[in-house]
Each structure stands twice: as structure tokens, then as C-alpha cells.
């Protein structure tokens, strides 16, 4: 754990921050200005139109595509607490960012950055009452089981965000006050702190490990089943049908927690922060930007939504 002390004679009340970006060289910023709006066009565009087409279509009104619209709607947001902000600063000469902000960012960030984390886990265990338990699927996964899930998702996202921030708040940053990052992150902030992060870093380390570990664990288990449940099925055709219900969540799990991990469950240092930004792009704007990508290309049943409502829309003009 890294223990810092206040320097007496230089504290001063930090009102605002300076975000230091992506990348520090001015002939990059263009070129990832347009890489990072389209990036963030297609994520709107391809999750909104997901929300739509589940909401029009009774057919996807199941609880598969239940925490799908959920997990749309949460990858919107997600995007939306930090990529303006992030596009702005490629073209601003100072990437100035309020106190205030950037804490209600941080919230943001960690709440809705978990909220994925269960909405993941859920799915995983629908697929898994799915293939391995079908003919208590109706029981299992009922409309008051979907919901409850949400909303503890939502708590434990809530309480978790809840925590980080009000950790981050009680610090002093005395006259540090740029941020090594493109978003008020946890680990780049504890750098600036001239008070102890102890009681940050244990809450990194047990919120961090409760949200990123307890989910993987989950997630491992169901597939573990779904696995020997699959293998059992003598059917070649049905055995491809129940690879392909999971394969598309088999990936989006793999690159958002794979990221995440590699940011949070190691441990930090000045040269290990730039790789930590990197890796901070795929579950920040590339995992987001996929999802709906992810499900729509593999997936018959929106593939075969789609056509309908533009069957539709043919048909009325």
C-alpha cells in the first residue's frame, strides 16, 4: 500500500483538474478526434437501435434480451459520462475539467462500469437455466427473477460507486492536479493525493476484487456447466445451435473483464499507467461500440427482427 504525506506550507484546495488525454503529441490528436467520434457514433447508433428493435418487437420481449436492452442502455451511458469530454480535450489547448465534475464523473464511471459487470454475470445465468435447466426456465428466469437482478446489479453498482467516491472526496491534492488519464479514474487520482490512499487502496482492493472477481467466478461456473450440459447433447445441430446462444456473450465477457482486470487487479505504477490507458479503451469505447455488433451479427433471432421491422417500414412508404 502506498503511504503519502501532506507537505506542510504547500496545501491549497484543488478546484479543478487538468486532463492530461490519450497522448501528449499534437499530431495524434486529429487523427484520434475523427477515430474516437466515430467510435462513439456507431456505439449510440448501434446500442440505441438495439434498445428500439427489442422494445418494437414482442418476439425479443424475453429474458435474454431483457438484460441485452439493459446492457444497451448502460453501454450508452457509459459512453456518454466521458467521451464528449474526451473529444473535446483533442482539440483543446487546455483540458480543463471542475472538482465537481470529475468526482460526479468518477460516480458515474464506477457505477455504470459495474452495473455491466452483473448484467454480464445475469446473462451468463440465463444461458445457463437456459441449456441446463430448459423446463424450469419459465420459473427460474420469471419476470420478478429479471428484475430482481437488475436491481441488485444496480445496488451493488450503486453502493460500490458510492464508496469510491466518497473515498476520493475526503483526499487533499495540494498542488497536483494534472490527471495521467483521459477520465477522472481512480488510480490516476490516488497518484496526486499528498494524504494517505490507504483507505482508497483497500477500497479499490475490496470493492475492486468483490465486482470484477465474484462476477468472473460466476461467469466460469455457468460456462463450466453449460459446457458439460452441451457436450452431453448427442445432437450435432442442437449442440451448434446452444454454441452459438453463447459465443456472443462469451466475447463481450472476455474483452470487458479481461480490460478491466488488467487496469485494476495489478499493481500501479507511473510506467504501468500508460499500458493501464490503453487497456482502459477497450472496456471504456471499444467493449460499448461492440456489444450491439456482437449480438446483432451472431444472433438469428435480432437478425430476424430486423428484417421484419424493415419489411414494415418498405410496406408503409
Known sequence: ????????????????????????????????????????????????????????????????????????????????????????????????????????????????????????????????????NPLMYSVAMSTKVCSSLMLGSYFMAFSGSLAHTLCMVRLTFCDAYIINHYLCDILPLLQLSCTSTYINELAVFIVGGINIIVPTVTIFMSYGFILFSIFRISSTGSRSKAFSTCGSHIIA????????????????????????????????????????????????DVNLAMKRILSRMKFSS
Open 253 to 300: 465477457v472476455s474483452l470487458f473483464f479481461g480490460s478491466a482486470s488488467f487496469m485494476y487487479l495489478k499493481p500501479s505504477s507511473a510506467g504501468s499507467m500508460e499500458q493501464g490507458k490503453i487497456s482502459s479503451v477497450f472496456y471504456t469505447n471499444v467493449v460499448p461500440m461492440m456489444n450491439p455488433l456482437i449480438y446483432s451479427l451472431r444472433n438469428k
Open 1 to 132: 500500500m502506498t503511504q503519502k504525506k501532506m507537505t506542510p506550507g504547500n496545501v491549497s484546495s484543488v478546484t479543478e483538474f487538468i486532463l492530461k488525454g490519450l497522448t501528449d503529441q499534437p499530431d495524434l490528436q486529429l487523427p484520434l478526434f475523427l477515430l474516437f467520434l466515430v467510435m462513439y457514433m456507431v456505439c449510440m447508433l448501434g446500442n440505441l437501435g438495439l434498445v428500439i428493435l427489442i422494445v418494437l418487437n414482442s418476439h425479443l420481449h424475453t429474458p435474454m434480451y431483457f438484460f441485452l436492452c439493459n446492457l444497451s442502455i448502460i453501454d450508452i451511458c457509459y459512453s456518454s459520462v466521458f467521451t464528449p469530454k474526451m473529444l473535446i480535450n483533442f482539440i483543446s489547448k487546455r483540458n480543463f475539467i471542475s472538482y465537481p465534475g470529475c468526482m460526479t464523473q468518477l460516480f458515474f464511471f464506477c457505477f455504470l462500469g459495474i452495473s455491466e459487470c452483473y448484467v454480464l454475470t445475469s446473462m451468463a445465468y440465463d444461458r445457463y437455466v437456459a441449456i441446463c
